[in-house]
């Protein structure tokens, strides 16, 4: 269990994170996300004690651990750019935390070899990181991470830098992985679609603090503020009458005729199962499913149903209640 | 054109040192000739090394050297790993204070030196030349490693905390590994610098038995007028071990002599 | 946190060696400056600025003040010349490059005892290579004065040359190719290139070889001592040999101090000069 008490950590410039509340239960996948700058990664350091809070406290399994080093927190943490030693070949790069922690020999290469058929990537065991490709890289630092066999894995935005496919592909294994495991693993990311997927729940952090924490379903549909409504969805909610109307797109229906507010179509994105429409409506524009014969400059209706529109008052928090304003004529 | 005046600047650089290799290997009786020797002799490397205290210089020589180096890498590194991962408070005035120290000329120092190493019994022991080279060799190798360090991914540094390691152990099993090719460059111009030094070497120790290389040949002697077919082979003795590190190292060394003289 | 106090920990032998073998004997230089001190004679006492007071009166110090400046502004005028054609000729694409790029490491690698050695034996009265191509032998061209310097001059100008070619080159392989291209577009010949582009973008590098060999020909001690040890009548005394003799062979710490503070502050007036010139040339 990992907790996080009135966590603040400034720098002279801008950044850093400021009175983060937060406890992550064990065996627990939660997602960090935000957009880039928000604190993000000042929080990972924070966690895995890269870095020491300028106030407030930090628990690792009810033990204080705000200045601990990182040694002593059993942390692991798995990094974007995957951080492989290159002067070592894939087995020492694996082994290394063990060394590090005066494990025996024989163990350490039974564990060594265990993590690595684990994750497939048994046969690359005496080749040097600059002889991988990305996605055996990606594999081989999470072995790094996972070797040690801690309570608690950190991941800085590990996927963005592999194509979409293999991402997928990743993201379902690393899924199977902490199942497996059962260890608490707290995932840091700005793409709001992997935190979706994968999460048990998901924290918010925009300007250094926590917006809001939920399950993904939640986050969706019942999203505290403008930010974070807008931030969760594609394509991204439709905000309207001075942003204190939204409705998601999948909300919104686009038709040659009918009732609704009256426009022209702007731009149509066929994606297969699902074309989206983006309608000018007079000033405001409204994304919809729509017709994927529709093309460019047809006059269209756009309609939805009143309980599907969040309402947000003017400083963009959103409020309960029924809606004052009701379907548009 | 080009191709000439390449010839010639070259000719410039190497024809001192090919002369005094020339008269290193005369027989004795043709050492006042200018032409082409008759034959070549090692009669003159043969006097040098017995008559002369030209071996003991050569082995004192490369124990102060090779010490120098070592203390010197050593403290550098530490101190350069500081300056580039750790942040110590005052980086930026520890640069500047090392620079200073780099500046100082030799004789500023080396009577407050003899008055201090005479105090501490310090006076012609290894230790009181080992000390001071290891010293002025500090700013070189801090300026160097620092930017050697600094250009290995900040992400390892971090990888290698996570892992467990403490400074020390990324120190020496992540940062001093990757960064090899700046402390080879490193040790060889500190390991050149405390072979050629003069004045030091010169003032803090007194018996002729613990002169390095410099000294013996500045100091050297005979009865007679000087001996030059010796002090030609002694020199060349002493010499061509660096020329031959120098052509090894070339890339390696320029790149040493050459940092920060352009990014200032 | 434990990187502090390794922070601290790691610079601090560094820290501690250069406070106590380089600083603190500068300090000491300036408060022996101000004593009577004879190690042999076990004489010690203040005498206040009366070694400075000496000092300025004292006609050899100033002819070695004089000696050293004419030593630096020469050797280092005439290394910064040779120096530019040398790393002209390795930055171009001529045959030979490689060659020359080997050379000039020769000199480099030599040891100043030595080189001085090398050229006492080419300057010999007698037999040496240089006497007889100027056709003067049986002249001591190492005994005469006004000579004796210059030929100092030439060995320092030999032994350090190819330092400033390697540092020179460095900043022309920094100009961007595209600048030249550039020139060569608007028909500039190769003169006024040389004239227009390269020399003023090579400044700053100009200024950082010539701070950091003025720096080091002002301590010129090894190449004087081992060919005229300061001599004939003193005309190739610098301040640095002058001040090694007050103390090492007179045994007179305090006066020897004295000049050995005053080459100092020599040393910072180029080192100021130094780096304002830089300042200047990189605006």
Known sequence: ?329 | MRRLLALLSAFFCVAPFLWLALTALRPPEELTRLGVPSRLSVSSFVSALRDQPLPRALLNGLLVSACTTVFAVAIGSLAAFSLARLRPPGRDAILAGALSVSMFPPIATVGPLYVLLRALGLLDHWAGLIIPYTTFSLPLAMFLLTRAFEDIPEELWRAARVDGCSPLQALWRVHLPLAAPAIATTALLVFIAAWNELLYALTFLSSPERRTVPVAIALFSSEHAEPWGEIAAASTIATLPLVVLALIFQKRIVTGLTAGAVKG | MTTRRAAIGFVAPALLAMAVVAAYPIVAAVWLSLHREILVFRDHRFVGFANWSFLLRDGRFWAALGHTTYFVLVAVAVELVLGLAFAMLLHGRARGRGMLRAAVLVPWAVPTVVSAKLWAWLYDPNHGLITHLLGVREVNLLGTPVIALHAAIVVDVWKTTPFVALVLLAGLQSIPEDVYRAARVDGAAPFQTFRAITLPLLLPTVAVAATFRALDAVRVFDAIFVLTDGGPANTTETLSIYAYKTMLRLGDFGYGATLSVATFLVALVIAGLGISAQRRASR
């Not at chain 1, 406290?57 to 951080?83: C, H, W």
């Not at chain 1, 790069?93 to 020999?105: C, S, T, W």
């Open chain 1, 1 to 329: 269990m990992i907790e996080l008490e009135r966590l603040t950590r400034t720098f002279d410039g801008r950044g850093g994170v400021r009175d983060v509340d937060l406890t992550v239960d064990d065996g627990e996948m939660i997602a960090i996300v935000g957009p880039s700058g928000c604190g993000k990664s000042t929080l990972l350091s924070l966690i895995v004690g890269l870095d020491a809070p300028t106030s407030g406290a930090l628990r690792i399994d009810g033990r204080d651990a705000t200045r601990l080093d990182p040694k002593q927190r059993g942390v692991a943490l798995v990094f974007q750019s995957y951080a492989l030693y290159p002067h070592f070949d894939v087995r020492r790069n694996i082994a290394f935390p063990l060394e590090i922690d005066r494990v025996g020999k024989a163990e350490i290469d039974a564990r060594v070899r265990a993590t690595a058929e684990r994750l497939a990537i048994a046969h690359l065991l005496d080749r040097k990181p600059k002889q991988l490709s990305g996605g055996e890289r990606q594999r081989v630092a999470l072995a790094r991470a996972i070797v040690r066999r801690p309570r608690v894995c950190l991941f800085d935005e590990p996927l963005s830098n592999l194509d979409p496919a293999l991402r997928a592909q990743m993201r379902v294994e690393i899924r199977a992985l902490h199942r497996e495991l059962g260890a608490t693993f707290v995932w840091v990311t700005h793409d709001q679609a992997e935190a979706m997927t994968l999460a048990d729940r998901v924290v918010v952090l925009r300007e250094g603090r926590v917006r809001q924490v939920g399950p993904p379903r939640e986050i969706y549909a019942r999203p505290v503020d403008t930010f974070v409504a807008s931030f969760f969805g594609a394509p991204a909610i439709n905000l309207m009458e001075g942003d204190t109307l939204g409705v998601r797109p999948e909300h919104v229906t686009v038709a040659r005729s009918g009732d609704g507010v009256q426009g022209r179509v702007v731009l149509v994105e066929p994606l297969g199962a699902e074309t989206w429409v983006t309608v000018d409506g007079g000033g405001a524009r409204i994304t919809g499913r729509g017709d994927p014969e529709l093309t460019t400059g047809d006059a269209v209706v756009a309609r939805w149903e009143a309980s599907d529109v969040l309402r947000f008052d003017e400083r963009g928090a959103r409020v309960e209640g029924p809606a004052v304003v009701d379907a548009p004529p």
